[in-house]
């Protein structure tokens, strides 16, 4: 991937330039995490004002006063539960911060929102209310409409919780939130408290199936044989396209997100490859997200089957 033409690439030598640069982003994501963790655990805050590192500590912050919520609740009926959420909510989101797949998954979602919002201002591509989810919302499928509908309502929800620096724990994959609910755990036992009572009650409202990234795959699937129309973010919008990139390229959502970072044009087109693209198509999509680089002379000749070889090779430790 350059920002020049590139002349006389053979197949092989395509690949070998894609693999390299594939490994040098994978290196820059796998080694994100520990950075993070140091930034956010960081008591001077004025030292680290990133609007990114800022957002995922009051996510963090967001998902531990939920949690004290619910053992308020429970222990005397909610009386104050600000106050009693005020009190604990630093010490529980600092055990947060010491999970790299918290902190990983809330990276990814705030990378999402900030590019969704950054296509917006820059190419006019709504990160809500795309002209796909346009169509599908009007369908005759009364079924494939509603679902459209839901996506609708979470895609909104979810750009205005980016914009307050909430991460809701019915939101969270299950195996997060049965991590989440692990530390809260030890978080009482360390504290003397109870909790098993707040678990139950936040169990019961968690519902898997109920969560935006959920009803997104649900829809992407009801396309069935149009489904490459997900992967037009001008068509799609940036959260339907990632997450039909993530499915179609057999790649985590958090990767498809990160692989549109500034340092991962390799595993992006790679992923947009093996997801079925020809050259000219991914051609076009680097243009709404990396209009400055130029794809390698006969990259079209790299398989699909070859692609998705690639990246499952390239595994990033965390997150696949």
């Known amino acids: 991937m350059s920002e020049q033409d590139q002349s006389g690439a053979t197949p092989e030598a395509v690949e070998a330039t894609l693999r390299q640069e594939l490994a040098h982003g994978d290196v820059v994501i796998a080694t994100a995490k520990p950075i993070l963790r140091h930034l956010l655990a960081n008591v001077d ?31 005397d009926g909610g009386s104050d539960r600000a106050a009693f959420a005020e009190q604990y909510q630093n010490d529980l989101s600092i055990d947060l911060l010491d999970h790299a797949e918290f902190l990983a998954h809330a990276h990814a979602i705030t990378i999402e929102a900030h590019i969704a919002t950054r ?16 169509e599908l919302a009007a369908s005759n499928d009364e079924i494939v409409a509603a679902e459209a509908m839901n996506v609708l309502a979470a895609q909104a929800r979810f750009m205005q919780q980016q914009r307050r620096m909430e ?17 809260f755990d030890d978080f009482c036992v360390r504290h003397a408290m109870s909790g098993a009572s707040a678990v139950h009650a936040m169990r019961n409202k968690h519902d898997p199936e109920q969560r935006r990234v959920a009803r997104i795959k649900r ?43 500034e340092n991962q044009c390799a595993r992006l087109a790679i992923g947009l490859r093996a997801a079925g693209l020809g050259q000219s198509a991914v051609e076009e999509q680097f243009l709404f997200l990396h209009p400055e680089i130029t794809l390698p002379e006969g990259f079209d000749a790299l398989h699909t089957d070859r692609a998705i070889a690639i990246l499952s090779e390239a595994r990033i430790e965390g997150i696949q």
């Open 45 to 75: 805050q004025a030292l680290f004002s990133d609007e990114v590192t800022a957002t995922i500590r009051g996510m963090m912050r967001d998902l531990a006063r939920q949690m004290l919520f619910h053992l308020a609740e429970v222990s």
């Open 119 to 134: 296509l917006s201002q820059r190419s006019g591509i709504d990160p809500v209310l795309s002209p796909l989810l346009q």
């Open 167 to 183: 991460l809701p724990l019915t939101e969270l994959p299950v195996e997060l939130f049965e991590r989440a609910m692990q530390v």
């Open 219 to 261: 829809l992407v699937s009801s396309m069935q044989h149009n489904a490459k129309r997900a992967l037009e973010v001008d068509h799609a919008g940036l959260s339907i396209f990632v997450t039909a990139l993530g499915m179609a390229s057999e790649q985590a959502r958090e990767t498809a997100i990160l692989s549109l970072g």
